[in-house]
């Protein structure tokens, strides 16, 4: 890995797809020296021991679990929104620990997953076409001309989006609210009327009993009372993502300072392209996105690119092949990359490859594609001897009704009741836990 940074104008000369275009240039050069002004979000060491937590899972030690939005929003910065994710996550985590017997890596797409790429640049609605939504980050969400302008000065709210998201989720982390005494607490606020709760409840009564059991033989341990809980993004905004890039005093490398973990989409990871010629120079553990086309040279080559040096946890690889080719084309990505020796952690996104249209137009995920894929991965890497890391689920505290299925049995005529998503559909709440419930079977397999 370099230690010098290119510039961004160095990057802004290299093929570069997805970025913002920004009315006033001017305007845009002070909000990024605002930007590279202002404190670090996160802090190098926290990135380090993301890394080596991400080597544990590469090493077959660990499992990881990445969730949250598809796209963040500066309206759902709120104790409510925030704590509702966190607790689904916690809940999902406690399973897939408790099942699995063995520790769970959290990870969330939080405190930054504000930028969004598109596949189309424009939208039309009764015959008006605008830009497309870029996300919080860059444009409004409101179907108006000025809404969809594309605003450098967002940049400075994503930056304050992800300090006020990232003080609450430090807070609950570290404050009581993840201690695993309070695992029922987690529940309290839902109706218990499935199974999947009756299924929950008898399991945190099974830890809980542990839990006594432990402390009445005298162990008491800060493990049991906060947990380490990571933020991850797309690092897609080139502009932001250079300008919140530091030297750590420590060991004079360059972090990406904007998250623990940045990842790559399926968009943007080109090997000529800017996003991994930057993403190169930093050290934080890094994802990248595979989708159903990926052959196993791309992959190999992305590898060469962003983990020289064939340190475990460094790389993620985030396949998203969808249910059908899951079992026919990531086999062959595994083989190639296995074959150079390196260690990468291979995590699972069971949403990106199965999202359709449904007949009254929202955009939405069957649960039993999202099942499929993630049975098909585990398969696959069973099949291979490799070690299935984790999965990355766009998931929300809420009870959503975005994606079909799931023991509620959501049906397409459904989706109108609660579609909140500002982009990709979401697992709700029992959906996310009854797919913890199916993971972790698989991992006690
Ligand atoms: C996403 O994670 O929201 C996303 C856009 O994913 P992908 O790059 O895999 O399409
Ligand atoms: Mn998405």
């Not at 162990?219 to 905004?237: C, I, K, M, P, R």
């Amino acid at each position: 890995m370099s230690q010098s940074l290119p510039s961004l104008e160095a990057l802004n000369a290299l093929p570069r797809v997805q970025q913002p275009s920004y009315p006033d240039p001017q305007v845009t050069a002070e909000v990024i020296n605002q930007l590279r002004r202002l404190p670090p979000l996160v802090f190098a060491g926290e990135c380090d021991d993301l890394r080596a937590h991400l080597g544990a899972v590469a090493n077959r030690e660990a499992f990881l679990l990445q969730g949250g939005d598809c796209a963040e929003t500066f309206a759902g910065v709120n104790a409510a929104n925030i704590k509702g994710k966190l607790r689904v996550l916690l809940s999902m985590a406690v399973v897939m620990t408790y099942a699995g017997q063995l520790p769970v890596v959290k990870v969330g797409r939080i405190a930054g997953q504000y930028a969004k790429p598109r596949s189309k640049d424009t939208e039309t609605r009764r015959g008006l076409t605008l830009p497309s939504y870029r996300g919080d980050a860059v444009n409004g969400f409101e179907f108006t001309a000025e809404a969809r302008e594309h605003d450098p000065k967002r940049l400075v709210g994503v930056y304050n989006a992800s300090a006020a998201t990232l003080n609450l989720v430090r807070a609950f982390a570290t404050g009581g609210f993840a201690d695993l005494r309070g695992i029922h607490a987690w529940n309290a606020d839902f109706v218990r009327n499935s199974n999947v709760e009756a299924r929950y409840e008898a399991l945190a009564s099974e830890i809980e009993r542990a839990l006594v059991f432990m402390m009445a033989c005298g162990v008491e341990d800060d493990q049991l009372s906060t947990v380490d809980f990571y933020a991850s993004h797309e690092a897609l905004l080139l502009d932001y993502e250079h300008a919140m890039t530091r030297v750590d005093s420590r060991s004079q490398l360059l972090y990406d300072c904007s998250g623990h973990l940045l990842w790559i989409g399926e968009r943007t990871r080109q090997i000529d392209g800017a996003h991994v010629e930057f993403l190169r120079h930093v050290r934080n553990p890094l994802g990248v996105k595979l989708g159903p086309t990926t052959t196993g040279e791309e992959a190999v080559a992305i590898a060469d690119a962003l983990d020289p040096d064939h340190e475990p946890g460094r790389l993620t690889f985030i396949t998203r092949m969808g249910s059908k080719a899951v079992r026919t084309n990531l086999p062959r990505v595994i083989e190639a990359v296995e074959a150079t020796g390196r260690k990468v952690v291979w995590s699972c996104d069971p949403m990106h490859g199965n999202t359709f249209e449904a007949d009254n137009g929202y955009k939405t995920r069957s649960f039993a594609d999202v099942c499929d894929e993630v049975n098909g991965f585990f398969d696959v890497h069973e099949e291979l001897g490799t070690w299935p890391g984790g999965v990355h689920i766009e998931l929300t505290g809420d009870d959503v009704t975005e994606c079909l299925g799931g023991i509620d049995k959501l049906a397409e005529a459904d989706l109108t009741n609660r579609y909140e998503t500002a982009c990709d559909p979401r697992l709700n709440r029992n959906q996310s836990l009854e797919l913890a419930f199916m993971v972790a079977e698989r991992l006690a397999d």
